[in-house]
């Protein structure tokens, strides 16, 4: 037998002997379907994804969101409300058929029906086109629940003054006077004021501060015991020489202060 005789070489018809470039698709044969996914539709993507982004940035650095000021736990009289990207559902508790009774209606079933409905929006309404008008189901309920939130937000951020709020609830700057903590009159301080006016003198929350008050020592003296505005009577608890050592205590301090 000679050398190479007997042998056979089989070739696969599936491989192409020629190379071809790779050239997406024609898409043009799928209604409604005109292009790649890659690079084409994801880069439109990325474009509206960056130039909303670069917006939001903007907006963002023209218009800081308001800040307040430190918690004050003493402040029984301060309303809490949400940062502003939860104003909407802050906001709908405040109708009769989401609150009282209803609440639960208010913070699970219908804030769930609205998310569960926008989940769902891709599968309810599968059609291929893409352009608004042939896709009625999704893009009405995406309006309809875009326009819900920015109405809720507006009406909850329309009712609240959010510059007084944050003007007045700015932390009180640390005073410069210094309290003569062995003074007797400090210690009748302590015991039947401080809590409400707080360690400086400073006030916080609802109690006004003490240091730089207009109020003359007899007027001082009626208020520790009669009590003013939101401050009620009997708030001093002490014989008449514990009270002169109180208002004592702090003319001396508002005269440290001027």
């Not at 609150?99 to 309404?125: E, K, M, N, Q």
């Not at 009620?232 to 109180?246: A, I, K, N, R, T």
Request: with cysteine; glycine share 10%.
């Amino acid at each position: 037998m000679h050398k190479g005789k007997g042998m056979k070489f089989v070739g696969d018809s599936r491989i192409s002997a020629e190379r071809k470039p790779n050239v997406p698709k024609d898409y043009s044969e799928y209604p409604g379907r005109t292009e790649a996914f890659w690079p084409n539709f994801l880069l439109k993507e990325w474009l509206v994804g960056a130039v909303f982004l670069a917006g939001f940035l903007t907006l963002t650095l023209a218009h800081p969101s308001p800040l307040e000021g430190v918690a004050d736990p003493t402040n029984a009289a301060y309303i809490p409300l949400p940062d502003w990207y939860f104003l909407f559902l802050y906001e709908l508790l405040k109708y009769e058929f989401a609150s009282g009774d209803w609440t639960i209606l208010g913070i699970l079933v219908l804030p769930g029906i609205a998310f569960g409905g926008l989940l769902l929006a891709p599968f309810l309404d599968n059609g291929p086109g893409r352009r608004p008008h042939q896709r009625p189901v999704a893009v009405g309920m995406m309006i309809l629940g875009l326009a819900s939130v920015m109405w809720l937000t507006y009406e909850s951020a329309e009712h609240v003054d959010w510059e007084a709020r944050a003007e007045a609830n700015k932390p009180i700057p640390a005073s410069d006077v210094e309290i003569d903590t062995e003074d007797p009159g400090y210690a009748i301080y302590e015991n039947n004021c401080m809590q409400c006016h707080g360690e400086d003198l400073q006030g916080g929350g609802a109690a006004p501060a003490l240091i730089g008050t207009e109020h003359s020592a007899e007027e001082i003296a009626t208020i520790a015991v009669e009590g003013i505005g939101s401050m009620p009577p009997e708030q001093f608890q002490g014989s008449d020489e514990e009270l002169q050592q109180l208002v004592d205590f702090i003319v001396s301090v508002n005269e440290q202060a001027e």
